[in-house]
Nanobody
Framework: QVQLVESGGDLVQPGGSLRVSCAAS????????MAWYRQGPGKQREWVAT???????SYRGSVKGRFTISRDNAKNTVYLQMNSLKPEDTAVYYC???????????????WGQGTQVTVSS
């Protein structure tokens, strides 16, 4: 059974910084792309950033230059460093990973349970 567990969510003041983490555990062969999504109050879930197994990254426009996604493949963990936080960044942040259970071309998408980030004074 594969599990993704996020941590690090907190209440932070506007302009502040926060790092959230997501660790994958269980039995699997490899992890392809890892990504962060978020869902603000009354909004649909939206993509935030993606990092490939090789380290290539991409970001949604509103977080580019403020957020940095990274991963530690040895720890099966992905991070999202968030700087210059704004109230509109308030959301539940979800981790997503594309994981191969075996050495085949097939993979499955897994989600974490989410971690709350609140930006407020």
């Amino acid at each position: 059974q594969v599990q993704l567990v996020e941590s690090g969510g907190d209440l932070v003041q506007p302009g502040g910084s926060l790092r959230v983490s997501c660790a994958a555990s269980g039995s699997f062969f490899s992890i392809n792309d890892m990504a962060w999504y978020r869902q603000g109050p009354g909004k649909q879930r939206e993509w935030v950033a993606t990092i490939s197994s090789g380290g290539s990254t991409s970001y949604r426009g509103s977080v580019k230059g403020r957020f940095t996604i990274s991963r530690d493949n040895a720890k099966n963990t992905v991070y999202l460093q968030m700087n210059s936080l704004k109230p509109e960044d308030t959301a539940v942040y979800y981790c997503n990973a594309d994981i191969k259970l075996r050495d085949t071309r097939w993979s499955n998408s897994y989600w974490g349970q989410g971690t709350q980030v609140t930006v407020s004074s």
